[in-house]
């Protein structure tokens, strides 16, 4: 399959408490890469094997959360094509302009029925991954600090109305349904899990009365081995697990989920499947959902479903 329109997720910006422990967290406890400051007082970060400027900013706050999630689409045409068709569709847009996060181009942004903000950008600066683009070597030194994950994979966000929002990334921005959860009385979804590339899942929702709310973001390890790993250091760093080491029924991810210092969820993960864009829908009834959430355990979590930030 040809990778055209929305490419992947590109960069999300969350809140924390407090900047220095956010930034010891994200940059000594997770492993991530500090690439920049700016004037507003954002911290950026990616990952080691990311090769655009940054994938996660962070911000200080009064209340954790998330401010905005992106997506990087192909090119320029592409963004206005996109554009074009959200507000087509019947949805609100605005251009923030090129410059306003740090090393990236001009973005789209807009509001979901969720009560998320949504963005779209096609430039952001190349800064590579540290190896060399001629006979590089697999790994560097930025790869052993920390957890360290390869990527800034999906997430998982919590609002209302999500029947609303799939119909607007399965109609006007390319995505396809990979999985879902139905409703107890099976009429709807609950939790639905969506791809615009050939990865289980690049975002996920879940209906919930509060909108705008952050389940997890989600980072990408390479190995099975890498996600106890990455284990051992929450523990030593004593940082807070709320589910795993464990498989998921729904993706088939490998996973740990923990807090933040200031209570946003992240996730360390690898595994799940491939699915192409032909993929037929696989359904979850409510009543499986705790083996879909912990598939050794079959159990379902309180503070997975409800703790959100
Ligand atoms: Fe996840």
Redesign the pocket.
Known sequence: MALVGVMRPGHAQIRVLDLEEGIHFYRDVLGLVETGRDTQGRVYFKCWDERDHNSLIIRQADRAGIDFFAFKVLDKATLDKLDADLRAYGLKTERIPAGDLLETGERVRFEIPSGHLIELYADKTCVGNGLDMVNPRPWNANSERGIAPIRF????LYGPNIAAVQKIFTEVLGFFLVERVLTPDGKGNVAIWLSCSHKV?DI?FVEHAEPGKL??C?FLLESWEEVLRAGDIMSMNKVPIDIGPTR?GI?R?C?I?AWDPSGNRF?T?MGGYQPYPDYQTLTWTFDELGPGLDYPQRKLHETFLTVVS
Request: glycine residues 12%.
């Open positions: 994979d999906h997430g998982l899942h996920a389940h997890h989600s998921h993706t991810g996973t989920y996730e993960y």
